[in-house]
């Protein structure tokens, strides 16, 4: 999170080889821009473009454009959509510009605008993604009139951690999984200046839903700029946000929302990955909001069970003390198998204990399909591809052997001995699905990520997905959690440790029984112990460590360069002072000591033509 950029004026994209170039003169068509012709600066939704087009304004609409206005334009024969991001600009003498064809309506404000100036900086992106973001999903002709002020009413007391946060302009509150998330945000809004509106962002579209239905019944005027997919109910809570006098509530793209009197940001599980955008360019909620909150000069605050170390960089923490803090984290079960054979299932006693006791219990193993690794019964050589070497899985139907790296397929049948039989190392969800239904004697349902509908049945096994698709449980167990403590990744231990705290949350505290059950071969892991005691600050110590160490984010600026491109990218990148490049054959890491100077040294590269992923703070490296 940082407020540098490039400063005003500068950060205008070059035109790639195959972009169109601005139309040539005609009878009816551009005009050397003259003293008393009004002229404004357009950015097309067109991909692949990152130049801006200066056009005049026709006298027939002159009066309602405005920075932000989504106007028609054309550009090389087509009619394209775009956004006007500077007004009363100086068209270089003797360049020829059009008219606007047409105003389409109300865009974004122009302290987004502005903004996306900056994440095109910072993310090392084109403009137009975050226009696009910050735009109405739908056609807005006009905005509706401010709801009146709601009547004065009772508060929910905030609690003494929660008011100590509150205080702060800058605040990372930790609060326990079973913590009232709603109690926080009601006294948020009332902290929040009586003439102003706060912005709420939360992981997920559903939640975001469910937090605006909830305010709405207390009385207070919401705008929830969270939906699926554009439509005019979508349109007209944007539109609802940008007319103000509302609270704004939103997912990850409503860090773009309109407010238009932005008095307080409050981000709500900050550690959740869902914040940050997979696509390139791999801009963050989080840091959008906050940057915000600073260039506003309002607070802001970010919650989260267990913060990540970019949130504790950039704000005051504010835990609760250890009682309250043990009270918001349910009894955590550890099942030790050390000394077990490493063959062995992953259906063990105290599992089978736990399901017999009733209630809703969610079973959670990240594998899909019903083998991620088998070995010959007969021979017991592992299932092997035979042509890259890769391991072999089952998928849900069990017919066919797919490589996990290469997806070459073959028959179930063993390349040394030509046997059928194979013994399962590593079961996915649907073959345990078929074990926990044998255990139990009822139907177990299995959800993943590709699974549609709400689970039904009182036992539920899946992968990490099962943990957003059940509301409530009485208890969750991870059948392989070293899975996730040994991935191969910068964040696994924040991201096992996020994992819990989901689960944590689905069963709530101590005081509600809640428990979560967890089988390890590795049970003195600090990410388990950290969850056993309530005590995330054990894991942040050894992680600010271990990548202050290996000059990892958040103490170092990354980003990842790949795709056909990337070679010519690096090369016309060069060796500039202060950044490590490391790499080769089409994937490539950059490195710097701040986003300042890796930021600016990837706005300074011409894009080549090719396919190219640039990701500036990889989520998953």
Known sequence: MTSDGPEPGQGRLALPDDAPSPPAPGRDGPRPAGPDRRVVRVVPDVAGIGREFDYSVPERFADQVAVGSVVRVDLNGRRVRGWVVADDVEAPPGVAVKDLARLTGVGPPADLVELSRWAAWRWAGRRRTFLVAASPPGRVASLPAPPPAPPTGVSVPPGPTAEAALAHERAVLRLPPAADRYALVVAALAATAADRDALVLCPSVAQARALAARLRRSGSPVACVAHDRPGTAAAGEWARAAAGGATVVGARAGAWAPVPRLGRVVVLDEH??????????????????????????????????????????????????????????????????????????????????????????????????????????????????TECGGALAQGAEGDVLACTRCGTERPVVCAACGSTRFKVLRPGVSRLRDDLAALVGEDVDEVTATSEGTPRTRVVIGTEAALHRVDRADAVAFLDVDQELLAPRERAREQALALLARAARLVRGRAEHGRVLVQTRQPDDVVLQAALHADPDRVRAVEEATRVALGLSPFRAVALVSGAAADAYVAALGRPDGIEVQGGAGEWRLRAADHRVLCDALAAVERPPGRLRLEVDPLRS
């Open 272 to 385: 959740d990955e869902a914040y940050q955008e997979e696509g390139s360019p791999t801009w963050h909620a989080r840091d959008v909001a906050v940057e915000r909150a600073l260039r506003a000069g309002v607070p802001a605050l970010l919650v989260s069970p267990c913060p990540t170390l970019e949130a504790l960089r950039w704000g005051t923490l504010v835990a609760p003390g250890r009682s309250e803090e043990r009270r918001g984290w349910p009894a955590l079960l550890l099942v030790d198998r050390r000394e077990e054979d490493p063959a062995a299932g992953l259906l063990t006693e105290p599992l089978a204990a736990l399901l017999r006791e009733g209630g809703r219990v969610v079973c959670v193993v990240n594998r899909t399909g019903r083998s991620r690794l088998s070995a010959c019964a007969r021979c017991r050589e592992l299932a092997a591809c």
